[in-house]
């Protein structure tokens, strides 16, 4: 049994990743600003899991509060979820995103330095690959940054590097950063899902929404991409999945220490239209939609190559877009105005 910090804890995320981990009989403690969140999901992990989760309130940039936490507590690994994920408002607040994403993480690392906390678990995004050049994406493809937000994601990648480098002759430090393709779905029960704020950005819950009738229809960002129906192709991933493989990236840690990379991903690339059939299916409703103007900055293609993943770590998702379709919608339909329903 290890003694797990989950930062960003009560997000999407996070939460579904809590239920795994104590599940597996760790001891899990939720650290969360609930900038972006709700308490009522960690209550609903507690009650899906029936166990306990020690929720504390904070900000990862309080230093000072996070390394007596880590050695209260005594921790020793962190899987580290908090940030801010918003590509547009990055656009428009980038000094924020590098604050919270950036000198958040560094608040972290330090708060570990100062505690027994040597195993840290990070979410990247398949962003840090900017426009690749083929698919599918293995992990030695180049990196760039298309907006603030992927620059947070990258400069951190580039921090845990150069500080592994710094430490590991301690032969002590194991980092592992997770690069997320597309998160979707939600948790069987349909008690967990995401919750976005105000109108989704992401295609999976804006989907959801115009299902359970809350948006009237799916503006189609673009029909002139050089893909089999014109329209974004995306490696969609259930959340539970992704929650998963963090627990065997851990293991990976605790067999010895290293710093790794991965991609989380199926492998498997889906259209807008593939993914809003396959959500009609799911659902039994109708999902109306309109093409319009491609979206500024987005790609045609993304997928990923998993196999690193499989070799290294032995996870491989197990669930395809139906069930992940199946899943999204119990939880929208269940909770139309998520943890506030
Ligand atoms: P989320 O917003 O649901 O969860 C993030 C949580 O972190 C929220 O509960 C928020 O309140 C908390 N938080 C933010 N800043 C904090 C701070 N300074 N101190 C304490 N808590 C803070 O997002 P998510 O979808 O669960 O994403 C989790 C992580 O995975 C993020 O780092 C995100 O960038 C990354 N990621 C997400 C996706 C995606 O599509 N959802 C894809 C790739 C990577
Ligand atoms: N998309 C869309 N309409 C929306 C939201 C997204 O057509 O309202 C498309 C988007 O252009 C992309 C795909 O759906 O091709 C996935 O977008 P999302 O924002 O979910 O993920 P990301 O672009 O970050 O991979």
Redesign the pocket.
């Known amino acids: 049994m290890s003694t797990i910090l989950v ?2 804890g ?5 939460s579904h990743t809590s239920v795994e981990l104590l599940n597996a009989d760790n001891k899990v403690i939720v ?7 709700s308490k009522v999901s960690v209550a609903a992990v507690q009650r899906l899991t029936n166990r306990d989760v020690e929720f504390i309130e ?4 309080n230093e000072d509060f996070l390394t007596d936490l880590l050695r209260a507590h005594k921790v020793d690994s962190v899987l580290h ?5 918003a590509v547009g408002e990055s656009v428009a607040q980038p000094l924020r995103y590098y604050d ?1 994403n950036v000198q ?1 993480t560094m608040c972290l690392l330090r708060a570990m330095q100062a505690s027994s906390a040597r195993n840290l678990v990070f ?3 398949a962003t840090v690959y900017g426009d690749p050049a083929t698919v599918p994406i293995t992990e030695d493809f180049p990196t760039g940054a298309t907006n603030p937000y992927g620059q947070s ?1 990258l400069m951190v990648e580039e921090i845990l590097q150069d500080f592994h480098a710094a430490v590991k002759d301690t032969g002590e430090w194991g980092i592992s950063i997770l690069r ?1 393709f ?2 979707v779905g939600a948790h069987i029960s349909g008690q967990i899902g995401e919750d976005p704020n105000g109108i989704p950005n ?1 295609l999976m819950p804006y989907i959801s929404q115009v299902a359970v009738g809350k948006l009237p229809y799916l503006s189609v960002f673009g029909n002139d991409y050089a893909t089999r129906d014109g329209t974004g192709v995306r490696d969609y991933i259930h959340v539970v999945d992704l929650a998963k493989g963090h627990l065997r990236a851990l293991e990976n840690l605790q067999r010895g220490p290293k710093l790794a990379i991965h991609n989380l991903g199926t492998g498997t690339g889906y259209s807008v239209l593939e993914t809003l059939k396959a959500f009609e299916q799911a659902s039994g409703k109708t999902i109306d939609y309109q093409f319009a103007q491609r979206r500024p900055g987005d790609i045609a293609e993304c997928y990923a190559n998993p196999e690193r993943a499989l070799k290294e770590l032995g996870w491989q998702a197990e669930f395809g877009i139906e069930r992940m379709c199946e899943d999204a919608w119990r939880w929208q339909s269940q909770y139309p105005d998520g943890f506030a329903s």
Not at 10 to 14: D, M, N
Not at 58 to 61: K, L, V
């Open positions: 930062t960003g009560a997000g999407y995320i996070g650290l969360d600003n609930l900038s972006n969140s904070g900000d990862i940039r979820f908090a940030g801010l994920k919270n958040g979410s990247s995004s994601k997320y597309n998160p992401n």
